[in-house]
């Protein structure tokens, strides 16, 4: 089975830079996802790592290490909108059961 | 618009009672999940679904039953046997994924249950 952990909650003030860590235990998956939330609304695709090394897209970028078990979100030039729960996700090798991790809040202060 | 639309937003239930909640996609994807998310908790999988008359149990399908007689829906029913089942419920779809290429889900509003 699968496992992810984050940081619960993440502060950070408008244009600074932050990075929010998954780590995970599992037995074989294809590939990490990001997903964002904000209050009350519906989770929306950020990211997809298939190979380690680091995605960009625009002012998000995602990393992810399978040798160390390990990947993060990387939030560039913060944003007020940017307030929201991040949670990394995996896709089960063999199948399309996707494993979510618990979630970390982000809290963008002016 | 393509999208997925979940039905209704709101939902009382009272005890002893099912309810169903309705997940309806015009994205043509194969396949859809339903989970649940509990006060700042990450989601939980009940039920997918890679096709077609056929479904899978995720980690807490205990009192859930789903359907899949049509691409487009994929109804949960929250039956008496769930006994907390105040949360909400978010519906989502993808294409069906073959070995690492991704395909993202796709999330509905969601529906919010709560007990009368």
């Known amino acids: 089975g699968q496992s992810l952990e984050q940081p619960s909650e993440v502060t950070a003030v408008e244009g600074a830079i932050v990075q929010i860590n998954c780590t995970y235990q599992t037995s074989g998956f294809y590939g990490l996802s990001w997903y964002q939330q904000h209050d009350g609304g519906a989770p929306t695709f950020l990211s997809y790592?298939?190979?380690?090394g680091l995605e960009e897209t625009g002012r998000f970028s995602s990393f992810l290490s399978r040798s160390d078990s390990y990947g993060y979100l990387l939030l560039q030039e913060l944003q007020m909108k940017d307030s929201a729960s991040y949670f990394c996700a995996v896709r089960e090798a063999g199948g399309q059961n996707f494993v979510f991790g618990p979630g970390t809040r982000l809290s963008v202060l002016p | 618009d393509g999208g997925i639309t979940q039905s209704p937003k709101y939902l009382f239930r009272k005890e002893g009672q099912n309810v169903t909640l309705s997940c309806e996609q015009n994205l043509n994807h194969d396949a859809m999940y339903w989970y649940r998310q509990d006060p700042g908790q990450g989601l939980r999988l009940i039920y997918y679904?890679?096709?077609?008359?056929?479904?899978q149990k995720g980690d807490i399908a205990e009192g859930y039953s789903v359907s899949r007689e049509k691409k487009e829906s994929f109804p949960l029913t929250v039956t008496s046997a769930q006994k907390n089942p105040t949360a909400f419920y978010l519906c989502?779809?993808?294409?069906?994924?073959?070995?690492?290429?991704?395909?993202?889900?796709?999330f509905g509003d969601g529906t919010r249950l709560s007990i009368l």
């Open positions: 790592n298939a190979l380690d």
């Open positions: 989502a779809s993808s294409l069906n994924s073959g070995g690492s290429s991704n395909q993202p889900q796709h």
């Open positions: 679904s890679q096709i077609v008359n056929d479904f």
